[in-house]
């Protein structure tokens, strides 16, 4: 382990798991100093943000999801070498969160020994657990002939939760966005996937391997 000492970050908004994370880092000899925010605008706004070596991102963040934050950190060239935490194993927020300039890609369920994660990174490495590996390799070997149906990084994420059960109410909450903002999110998802209702959604989603 590099002897030098590490400041991480960590954007989360579910309390318990950062809570869990924080003091598993805190414990970490190289590690000087953990920082948390529950959301990725007070993250931005909070100029600590950017005494960073390692950020620890949330990709399913109310408002400003993790995604947006990578690509924003990559652009202001900052140098924060961030690793996003999912529970989700989408093809398109895996490969989305490596070009916008991730270096970790990792479930929560499967973070493992953390400071073997953080040693990775620091020299110079990437991480991803093993699941989101068997979803890399088999997006190079999936059949070509599939319609390509393009969504926004928004509604995608959309999509996923939709797909899981959640209603329109639930997810302004979730989102922090207006029903009707949602509203308008579904019906664009419903149009370009051609569907009329949640179950002709989950029977097009299932079988054109959308997430």
């Known amino acids: 382990m590099d002897t030098k000492k590490i400041r991480i970050g960590i954007v989360e908004n579910d309390e318990y798991f950062l809570d869990e994370v924080r003091d598993t880092l805190s414990q970490i000899e190289c590690v000087s100093e953990v920082l948390s925010w529950n959301s990725a605008e007070v993250f931005l706004r909070d100029p600590k943000h950017k005494t960073l070596d390692i950020l620890f991102l949330d990709i399913m963040l109310p408002g400003m999801n993790g995604m947006d934050v990578v690509k924003h950190l990559t652009e202001k060239s900052e140098g924060i070498k961030v690793v996003m935490l999912t529970n ?124």
């Open 88 to 211: 989700m194993n989408s093809d398109e927020m895996i490969f989305n969160s490596i070009k916008n300039g991730a270096l970790g890609y990792l479930f929560k369920s499967e973070l493992g020994e953390m400071s073997h994660i953080i040693d990775v990174i620091v020299k110079g490495g990437a991480m991803i657990t093993p699941t989101i590996a068997l979803r890399v390799f088999s997006n190079f070997r999936r059949p070509v002939d599939k319609p390509q149906i393009y969504l926004t990084d928004r509604e995608k994420q959309i999509l996923e939760l939709l797909v899981k059960g959640k209603t329109v109410a639930s997810l302004a909450k979730f989102l922090d966005l207006s029903e009707h903002t949602i509203h308008g999110y579904v019906k664009s998802i419903y149009k370009k996937l051609q569907v009329h209702n949640r179950s002709e959604l989950a029977l097009k989603v299932q079988e054109y391997s959308i997430l």
